[in-house]
């Protein structure tokens, strides 16, 4: 059972390059999120999706796009990348947006240049 | 607006010690709590889940509690090791806006 599997771990960019972060759960999970986690700020939500199909802004939604075609995948998009975008990228997941344990991956680790 | 709290930020503690994390929130109407650990590099890891209904959860060393109407939870370590040096998160699901708030950690160091 994979879990949350996030891709790729690292990446650097060039400032205005963009870029799709992949995320894919096997739990049949109907939410999954993104975050970013900077030092001092903590995690904070970009973007989220309740089922496939829907999708709502976090926190932080500036900058970034996500879809949701299938249940098991939530990519991440970069439109043109700053780099105030350095951070540490996680995907999360969990069984409806009300109910169970969030589960995430590993993480990407992001720099713009 | 829901804010979570986790003071201090760091501990540090000889091997053997049972210790206490505290997390502390200001909105009460929640609908469960959920503790992390963070290893340095890594994702977070869930270690417990606790529901507004309850008061407690339990896996193995480690104890979960919540007071909803003081707005307070903590996490019991017992007989705490080397291993289980990490950064420890509480997050917050708050039922007014949906919304998961996570507080900014506990960076626990055991020494040997």
């Known amino acids: 059972n994979a879990g949350v599997t996030q891709t790729p771990k690292f990446q650097v960019l060039k400032t205005g390059q963009s870029m799709t972060l992949q995320c894919a759960q096997d739990m049949n999970h109907e939410y999954m999120s993104w975050y970013r986690q900077d030092p001092g700020m903590g995690l904070r939500l970009i973007h989220y999706s309740v089922g496939a199909g829907i999708t709502d802004q976090g926190e932080v939604p500036n900058g970034y796009n996500v879809s949701r075609s299938t249940t098991e995948d939530f990519p991440l998009r970069l439109l043109s990348a700053a780099p105030s975008q350095t951070s540490v990228y996680f995907c999360?997941?969990?069984?409806?947006?009300?109910?169970?344990?969030?589960?995430f991956g590993e993480g990407s680790r992001l720099t713009v240049l | 607006k829901q804010e979570v709290t986790q003071i201090p930020a760091a501990l540090s503690v000889p091997e053997g010690e049972n210790l206490v994390l505290n997390c502390s929130f200001t909105?009460?109407?929640?609908?469960?709590l959920q503790w992390f650990r963070q290893d340095p590099g890594k994702g977070l890891t869930s270690l417990l889940l606790?529901?507004?209904?309850?008061r407690e959860q339990t896996s193995g060393r480690l104890n979960a509690s919540l007071d909803k109407s003081s707005g307070r939870s903590t996490l019991y370590i017992a007989a705490s090791q080397p291993g289980d040096s990490a950064t420890y998160l509480c997050?917050?699901?708050?039922?007014?806006?949906?919304?998961?708030?996570f507080g900014k950690g506990i960076t626990l160091s055991v020494r040997p």
């Open positions: 606790i529901q507004s209904s309850q």
């Open positions: 999360a997941s969990r069984k409806t947006r009300y109910t169970g344990e969030l589960f």
């Open positions: 909105d009460s109407a929640i609908y469960n």
């Open positions: 997050a917050v699901y708050t039922g007014a806006n949906s919304k998961l708030t």
